[in-house]
């Protein structure tokens, strides 16, 4: 499914892309190479989406956040293996995040035995690269040894007895030079100030610069002994790296499995969190568009932090349909929320829905609403026509078309004329739309399925401080009833009045408009 | 020479004043070349001598054979078996193989390792990019091991220092003056900004300014025109970064005070420069009068402002 970035922004798009954001690098390029599901991926959309939706309730939500934070810390060995396969020297760091990731490894499948997972989902486990490195780990770190070379030993202990012989002959040096020249020399080489010491050096050490102050002396010993059983010690050490490289690049493919792996159960995780937090259910597909409690979630989220209750949604729609009702009643809502599901699904993620039958879709368009951002360039009306010019040559059976109160910001006759004329066209090609608007009389003049919030219960609102915005939008949560309904002929009230008294407008005025309107828009006293 | 004595080992002395009441030793310098390896090489053969298992890294990058920026040859860091030392990836020796047991944070050379020396081994040292992840790395080099962390330090990177209980040593010499006088000025210069004392409300002037961040040259002017006779606070004093003249005037004119104090606890000098070469026994006297700290030049045996050291301690 594909949507431009208004859209995206508008039914969600972006939110849910954010919401279900793999927690570490696995997942990200797990998701790279994914393709959104589109018409025809019906199976797939739902075998994934029901994995998902039973893993949600069998994994406790606290121990799908402790996997994910797991994952997180995952190291990356990625460029580690990339290099043993290519047959590049490896280091002990290199061994160490090996060791590393196969811990965490081990780590995420101990949480997810724990939580009660299934056997066939168990994250991987890499036994063998365990083995390999097992002798070079106690605990989490990391040390070649002697266990990896056959000279590896022997050739440590004989730098070990060449370095003790050094720092006897480099002692008994130091205790001469600090005897005789009064200076603690902490290094090989080391200043001697003339106003110290002023005599010949002794034997033990050679002149390495002077000046009319100073001298810089060094140690002389014979380092030959020590040279040899270093470099003997780089000869076995080097080989036991090459040769635990190489065993490396041959779990190569298994290695690699485990990150696609990891990659995979990122991606699985964010949408089992998103199910649990959102209560999401498994749809089925079809060419309609109807769900029951359907909840636009990145509203609901706003409205939560603001300690504001949201009202789910179900909505059925076959072909184009318009949506009348109150102004705040919640037609924009209802479009996000058909898009909002529609864009869940072609990810792959359970719908926040009780129930939903949906279809795969290959595009949504919005039309209308706030405009934009080529409506900064054009003028409303004109970003708004651009767009119904684009969802028309777009139209089909496997696009959903939102329309947010087209044509408002022209005049009303023939702004509901154009709109009508959008409908049938979208009727024509067989597209699934939903029309939001004020217009009287749309849904009967071109030929579509009329629905209509139930609106506003009666209730007044005399009492209420219409400065407090949160408390006027809480009286209005209370007394919208924000079903969708389905409308006859002449259904169309937006409410707007009794609206505009409960958000303040001065009461006389209000009252001069009831009077107007009772006499059907005539000013006259 | 009066007020100055030659020492059994001014090392050792020195030793045992960082190491009293510290788990980490920070060693900081007052210029490029100012003796800070020198020092932390000393205070590291000392605990080898007395068998004492050290931990050590760098603010800076050290122990390349020679200095990246002017080619000067610089004392390598040579590790006794045993020896925690957190450096970058990039610079751990290839042999012998250290024993990784850590990994953190990012530095332009690769992942930050905490390892330990199996056999001894020479290398270079360097440190973590930010103050945050300097502190981080101390803090895990004591979880590590038990003996005191030694840090060779970095006089421009001193914000590592802050928020730590580190003692701090300040190496000078020859390399930050042409003179005696010059290099003794630059020393105290150095220790009174890094020494400011705590915050201390009994003593605190009616007025109290709290300076957040930096206190740079402007904040002083500002300072020295507006709020004479207050008590000014930064939250530590490496937030302090005027100097000279204006930093005494400052501090002449105003409380200034810290939240989180440092603690110098000495300095070393080292009297050779880039053609300079300073008298050994009045440089290391000047320095201690002008700090009103012990001084020590460890490789010429000397020390002043000290109280005489015993013998040296058995291995």
Redesign the interface.
């Known amino acids: 499914m594909t949507a431009d970035l208004y859209t995206s922004e508008r039914i969600g798009l972006d939110w849910l892309r954010a919401a279900i954001a793999p927690v570490g690098a696995f997942g990200r390029r797990h998701d790279e190479a994914l393709l959104p599901y589109g018409p025809g991926d019906e199976d797939r959309a739902r075998t994934e989406i029901a994995a998902c939706r039973d893993l949600a309730d069998r994994l406790a939500a606290e121990a799908v956040e402790r996997l994910r934070r797991a994952l997180r810390a995952v190291p990356e060995p990625t460029p580690i293996v990339v290099r043993a396969r290519a047959g590049d020297p490896l ?3 290199d ?3 090996l060791g ?1 990731f196969s811990d965490a490894l081990d780590g995420l499948a101990r949480i997810w035995d724990d939580a009660g997972g299934p056997g066939d989902g168990r994250p991987p486990v890499l036994e063998r690269l365990q083995a390999l490195l097992a002798a070079g780990r106690d605990g ?5 040894g002697d266990a990896f070379g056959t000279d590896l030993r022997a050739a ?1 202990a004989a ?2 007895e060449a ?1 003790q012989d050094l ?1 006897r002959r480099r002692l008994a040096v130091a205790e001469r030079v ?1 005897t005789i020249l ?12 003339r ?2 010491f002023d005599g010949a050096l002794p034997p033990e050490l050679h002149l390495v610069r002077e ?4 001298r810089v002396a060094g140690f002389t010993l014979d380092t030959a002994d020590r040279e040899r059983a ?1 470099a003997r ?2 000869t076995a ?2 080989t036991a790296r090459r040769e635990l490289a190489g065993r490396i690049a041959g779990e190569y493919d298994a290695l690699t499995a485990a990150m696609r792996a990891l990659g995979a159960l990122d991606h699985l995780l964010a949408r089992i969190a998103f199910a649990q937090r959102w209560g999401a259910c498994v749809p089925t597909f079809s060419g309609r568009l109807a769900f029951s409690d359907g909840v636009f979630a990145p509203l609901a989220g706003l409205l939560a932090q603001r300690g504001h209750r949201y009202t789910p949604i179900t909505l059925e729609l076959a072909g184009v349909a318009v949506l009348t009702g109150p102004n705040m009643g919640g037609k924009s809502a209802a479009l996000a929320t058909a898009g909002f599901l529609c864009a869940c699904v072609s990810l792959g993620v359970p719908p926040a829905a009780r129930v939903a039958e949906l279809p795969l879709l290959e595009r949504v368009i919005w039309v209308g609403g706030d405009g934009s951002a080529r409506a900064r360039l054009l003028s409303s009306y004109a970003d708004e026509i651009v767009r119904g010019r684009d969802a028309l040559a777009a139209a089909s059976a496997r696009t959903l078309v939102l329309i947010d109160e087209f044509a408002r910001t022209t005049g009303p006759r023939e702004g509901r004329a154009l709109l009508i004329a959008v409908l049938e066209a979208l009727r024509a090609r067989g597209a699934l739309a939903l029309a939001a608007t004020h217009f009287d009389g749309v849904p009967e003049a071109a030929g579509v399925a009329h629905l209509r919030i139930a609106g506003l219960s009666g209730t007044t609102f005399a009492q209420l401080d219409a400065r407090d915005l949160d408390a006027a939008l809480d009286a209005i949560n209370a007394a919208m009833d924000y079903r969708i309904v389905e409308a006859s002929a002449g259904d169309g009230a937006s409410d707007a009045l009794a609206l505009a008294e409960l958000l303040g407008l001065d009461a006389a005025v209000v009252a001069r408009a009831r009077a107007v309107y009772g006499r059907g828009g005539s000013s006259a006293p | 020479m009066p007020g100055s004595s030659i020492f059994t080992s001014p090392s050792e002395a020195l030793f045992d004043l960082a190491t009293a009441g510290a788990r980490s030793i920070v060693v900081v310098g007052t210029a490029k070349n100012a003796g800070k390896t020198t020092t932390f090489n000393a205070l590291r053969a000392v605990a080898a001598r007395r068998g004492i298992t050290v931990a050590v890294t760098s603010i800076g990058r050290d122990g390349e054979p020679s200095d990246v920026l002017d080619g000067e040859p610089k004392p390598r860091i040579r590790l006794p078996a045993g020896t925690l030392v957190a450096l970058p990836a990039g610079l751990i020796p290839r042999t012998p193989a250290l024993a990784i047991l850590d990994s953190g944070g990012a530095t332009a050379l690769g992942p930050m390792v905490f390892a330990r020396a199996m056999l001894a081994t020479t290398c270079e040292i360097g440190g973590p990019p930010t103050a945050r992840a300097m502190r981080a790395a101390i803090a895990r080099l004591c979880a590590l091991g038990d003996g005191p962390v030694l840090v060779d330090g970095a006089i421009d990177r001193v914000a590592s220092l802050a928020g730590g209980n580190d003692a701090i040593v300040v190496a000078t010499g020859a390399a930050s003056g042409a003179t005696v006088a010059a290099v003794a000025a630059a020393a105290a210069g150095t220790v009174a900004r890094l020494s400011l004392p705590g915050r201390d409300p009994s003593s605190e002037r009616e007025r109290v300014i709290t300076v957040e961040g930096a206190l740079d040259a402007r904040d002083a002017e500002d300072l020295l025109e507006h709020a004479s006779g207050a008590t000014v606070v930064v939250s530590d004093p490496t937030r302090v970064t005027v100097r000279g003249a204006l930093f005494e005037a400052l501090r002449a004119a105003v409380d200034l005070r810290c939240e989180h104090p440092l603690r110098i606890v000495a300095c070393t000098t080292s009297p050779v420069g880039r053609g300079i070469t300073l008298p050994t026994h009045a440089l290391v006297q000047a320095v201690a009068a002008s700090t009103g700290l012990p001084a020590f030049d460890v490789v010429s045996g000397l020390a002043a402002g000290a109280p005489r050291a015993s013998a040296p301690r058995p291995a």
Do not use: H, I, K, N
């Open positions: 280091g002990d760091v061994f160490y995040e590393r989490a770190g990391f040390y070649l440590r730098l070990q370095d720092d600090r009064g200076v603690d020399p902490s290094g090989d080489e080391f200043v001697v100030m106003d110290v000046t009319p102050a100073y270093f010690v780089a050490e080097e």
